[in-house]
Each structure stands twice: as C-alpha cells, then as structure tokens.
C-alpha cells in the first residue's frame, strides 16, 4: 500500500463529509424526528434546557488528521500503514472490535511516545473529563458538543475491511451525527432531554444501538442508488463488539422505526435502561 493510496484515503473523508453531510441529516431528521439545532419556529416553547450548546459537525475541527512525524522517526518508517498499525496496535481497539490491531513492543523513543499519548488521549477520550461516544473511527465528544471523524484512522479500516474510504467514512460520519441527534436534538418542544446533563449514567448499548440502528437504516433507504454504503456498513459491523451488534435483536430482529422513535423519546427523559431493554 503506498502513501500517496493513503493520502487519497484520507482525503477522501473530507470529500465524504462535503458530499453526503446534508443527504445525511435530513435523513435522520426524518427518522428521529429531533433537529440538531433549535428550529426558530419553535421559540416559544421549551426553553429551560440546561445546555443549548449547539453541535459543531462541518468546521475544520470536525476531521482529525493527527500529527505523526515523530512516530515515524522513531519507528524509522514512513509508511503510513504500518505507523498506523503501530498506533492502533499500542491505543488498543477491543472496545470496539472483536479482532484487536496486533500491540506491536517496539520502543520508538520519548517523542514519539508522547506523540502517541496524545493520540491516544483523542481517540479514546480518555484523562480529561470527557465522558463522549468515542467509536475509534471517530467520536461524538459530549465535552466539546462536536463529532469528529479520524481520517487515517478511517484510511486504515478501509484497507483492513477492503471498501473506499470515503464509503465508510459516509458510516462513519452517519454514526457519529446518529449519536448527536439522538443524544442532543431537540425535539418538536424544543426539548433536548437529559443525556447531555448526565453523562455518567449513559447506557453504552443503548447509546451504540441508536447510532446502529439509524445508520443501518439509512444506509438501507440508499442501498438500490448507493449500494456501496451499506457494502461498507456490513463489512465494518462484521467485526464489531456487541453494544454494536445488540441492535439487531431488536423488536424481535424486525425494524420498527415509529417503536424505536418513542422508546428513544422515553429514554433521553427518564434514562430507564431496564424500560428501553424490556420494549425492544
């Protein structure tokens, strides 16, 4: 694999969130029937939410190109698969998949390890607070209310999984806005509910299953057009772990959009796993 394929890779997320961004939301839209920002035609009602903090998703913050120079000194390689192997060997990736990148004990120096700490720190969202949905291809950071998409990362997986790049960051980035609208969207009240006020009793499966069965969903609506996104979208949950599998058990493995919306509902208000577990 060379470095100018890796390169196109990367850039290819950027292409991905400019294209598909819009297509995206109103779909979720449609589904959730919650909205990312506070529609002004509903200003006259709820507004005592305790954050109204809106969502950044399509600045230059939104796509995370990390720095690695010093890694690739120190494992005296350029190539931008094997750094990344070495990178995802070292941050560890079984919350995620069910097949861990192998840890790889070589020792790069000082620089480099910080370097990789601080990747680390992002990807994971870990020491500082922050209590995000991070998915390690990307991640929607309660703490600085943002998705972000790692776009070698996603490289990565795109060669690992055999799709492009920019089919998957297209999950990817459905997943990560799935977790903001479920988990920030007001809905038709003007209401946000509660998750972004209690992050600490967020339940992980379902928090994952909302953003599973929304992304599934869209990519299913899209599939006879643009059948390469649930290509992409089957192939990276063929690996996965089970708070993103669980979805599929759902509603007795049918789909039931209209069921799941107000359960949703429910949840972000009450956040009563056991009533989520016991309806669907």
């Known amino acids: ?157 795109s060669i690992l999984l055999k799709v492009e790049a920019e089919d998957l960051a297209f999950v990817v980035l459905t997943h990560e806005l799935a977790h903001a609208y479920t988990m920030a969207g007001y809905d038709i009240n003007g209401y946000r509910g509660q998750l972004l006020i209690q992050p600490r009793l967020w339940n992980k499966y379902i928090i994952e299953g909302l953003a599973q069965y929304y992304t599934e969903a869209i990519c299913h609506q899209l599939e006879k057009k643009f059948p390469q996104f649930k290509a992409a979208f089957d192939a990276l949950l063929s690996g996965q772990t089970y708070p993103y599998t669980w979805y599929q058990d759902w509603f007795n493995r049918n789909k039931n959009h209209e069921g799941l919306r107000t359960l949703m509902i429910r949840y972000r208000d009450k956040q009563d796993a056991k009533e989520f577990r016991n309806y669907v």
Not at 134 to 148: A, N, P, Q, R, T
């Open 1 to 157: 694999m060379s470095n100018d394929d890796f390169k196109k890779r990367v850039q290819a997320v950027f292409k991905c969130r400019d294209n598909w961004i819009g297509l995206i939301e109103s779909r979720l839209k449609d589904l959730t029937g919650l909205r990312i920002s506070k529609d002004p035609r509903y200003q006259y009602l709820f507004n005592n939410n305790s954050d109204q903090t809106p969502i950044k998703r399509k600045g230059k913050e939104n796509i995370v190109v990390f720095p690695t120079e010093l890694i690739e000194i120190g494992l005296g390689t350029d190539d931008q698969y094997e750094v990344w192997s070495f990178i995802l060997g070292r941050i560890g990736t079984m919350a995620v998949f069910e097949q861990s990148i192998e840890f790889d004990n070589r020792k790069p120096g000082d620089s480099a390890e910080a370097q990789l700490a601080a990747i680390r720190k992002e990807v994971l969202l870990s020491d500082d607070g922050d209590f995000g949905i991070s998915d390690i291809l990307g991640v929607f950071s309660y703490h600085e209310h943002m998705i972000k998409l790692f776009a070698q990362v996603i490289a990565y997986y």
